[in-house]
């Protein structure tokens, strides 16, 4: 009898060791199921670490890339794959900022119910804001430089281009031997990974910093005859501008002038707004981090100078600049960018809500009411408005950041757009480029008249 109780309660405890098992091997089932199913290993998923599944699209459905037999396919013309490999991300995934890598697990398309594929699609969907025809256009300006194009809607958030050079075709990619020039920083995504000395354009910030914070600033003379000498160092202009006031000081992009207005500002108010309009932030891109910018914050007269006119040790990307542009244009209110608009299944079972850009206010709008009118003004009699597309109402600073050395400067164009039909801020650096006003500027208006095309032909094909 004795025996027969011990076998029972033997069998017992193993039935119960067993339930405990399926217990817990169904619990870590559904916690954990997504993170074993994407783990690099699983040849259904991934090849030789790479994901092989799921479609990512434009904001016309256009693919950008595709899972086509088990093989990444990615869009038809060549150009627009060379525009959004940065983005996208290469067969190889060696961008680590690419949608590819980021969103690898989302790609996967793994649920509880289904498993990884049904009889018919395999993975999940992901719908970018990127417009293939604008990116493409981008690609084509920056095609043989080495820069970045940021554009984005900045009453939406919905960042329609975001092209970094150099690039290649994934489809085709080029064998890159060591220190090969060409293909210098190619994983790198510069508009929203690499920082560049901003020069003029940072004149900007300093401008917004000294609306709030000086009072009589539209009441002040400056005086420039070329350059001046702060504790024994020289604040030198690219021109002599004698009498001006602070709209004539942004237009001609004084030196002088805002190297004054710098240390009017002291280093705590440079720094508050350095911060306060993001440029030394990280931001999330849907998830994509983006590299904080580097604005000193102490040191002497001469860098405080320097410092406020954008040079000294200051870096900043060229995505915070297309973001603070947006501000300006928006009436001091941001509408962050974002890039992911939503995501299904591969039977179209939405996977999210379609995502609504986050606003905050950041600028009084009296502020950005004035810096935007200062723009226009530097555009009309600076730049000039036939050097742009007709209609836009175009808002602009030009920026030739010096650098130490013999290397050329880097090259910036950033601004917007105020006409309500086309609400649309971007930025333009060529690294190395030399002057802003001659190479990025040009880039700019191709870029954006890219933009009126598209925008125009979407209001013609809505009214037919």
């Given at each position: ?5 011990r ?14 098992g ?11 199921g ?38 990444r ?25 690419s949608?590819?890598k ?23 969907k ?5 417009d293939?025809?604008?990116c ?57 990974s ?9 004149k ?44 004539d ?18 280093w705590?108010?440079?720094d ?6 993001g440029?030394?932030?990280?931001h ?21 100078a ?15 600049m297309?973001?603070?542009m ?5 009436g001091?209110?941001?509408n962050?960018?974002?890039i ?11 996977l ?22 200062m ?7 600076n ?17 030739t ?42 880039i700019?208006?191709?870029v ?7 925008v ?9």
């Open positions: 009898m004795k025996k027969v109780q076998r029972a309660l033997s069998v017992m405890l193993i039935i119960l060791c067993l339930m405990g399926v217990g817990y091997f169904t619990f870590r089932f559904f916690t954990e997504e993170k074993w199913v994407n783990f690099t290993a699983n040849r259904h998923v991934y090849n030789n670490g790479v994901i092989i599944d799921g479609a990512i699209y434009d904001n016309a459905g256009n693919a950008l890339l595709d899972t086509v037999d088990g093989k396919k990615y869009s038809d013309d060549e150009d627009v794959r060379c525009a959004t490999m940065h983005i996208i991300g290469d067969k190889k995934s060696n961008v680590a900022t949608i590819q980021v969103y690898a697990d989302r790609l996967v398309g793994f649920n509880i119910i289904t498993g990884m594929f049904s009889t018919t699609v395999s993975g999940n992901i719908f970018t804001t990127l293939s025809d604008v493409a256009e981008a690609y084509r300006q920056l095609k043989d430089k080495k820069g970045a194009i940021c554009v984005f809607n900045y009453k939406t958030g919905e960042v329609i281009c975001l092209v970094s050079t150099p690039t290649y075709d994934p489809e085709n990619p080029p064998v890159i031997n060591d220190g090969d020039d060409r293909y210098d920083g190619v994983f790198i995504n510069r508009a929203i690499s920082r560049f000395t901003p020069g003029s354009v940072y900007t910030v300093t401008a917004a910093a000294a609306i709030d914070c000086i009072p009589d600033i539209d009441q002040q003379q400056f005086n420039c005859q070329h350059e001046f000498v702060v504790n024994g160092q020289k604040v030198v202009c690219s021109g002599t501008h004698h009498k001006e006031s602070f709209n000081a942004l237009r001609n992009s004084c030196n002088v002038a805002f190297g004054e207005i710098s240390m009017q500002l002291g705590e108010n440079t508050e707004y350095a911060r306060k309009l440029i030394t932030t990280s999330s891109l849907s998830g994509i981090p983006t590299i904080k910018g580097k604005v000193a914050s102490s040191g002497g007269q001469n860098e405080l320097w410092t406020g006119i954008g040079q000294n040790t200051d870096e900043v990307s060229p995505f915070t297309m973001r603070y947006g501000i300006i244009a928006n001091g209110i941001c962050e960018p974002y992911v608009e939503k995501m299904t299944t591969g039977s179209g079972i939405p999210n809500f379609d995502k609504q850009s986050e606003s905050v206010r950041v600028l009084k709008q009296s502020t950005a009411d004035k810096l935007s009118d723009m226009r003004l530097a555009v009309i009699y730049y000039g408005e036939r050097n742009f597309p007709s209609g836009m109402e175009f808002c602009g600073k030009t920026g950041a010096e650098l130490d050395g013999k290397k050329k400067s880097h090259a910036w164009f950033v601004g917007f757009t105020r006409n309500e039909k086309y609400p649309y801020a971007f930025a333009v650096v060529v690294q190395n480029g030399g002057s802003g006003y001659s190479v990025s500027r040009p700019a208006a191709k954006m008249a890219a933009v009126k095309k598209k125009d032909s979407m209001e013609i094909s809505t009214e037919n």
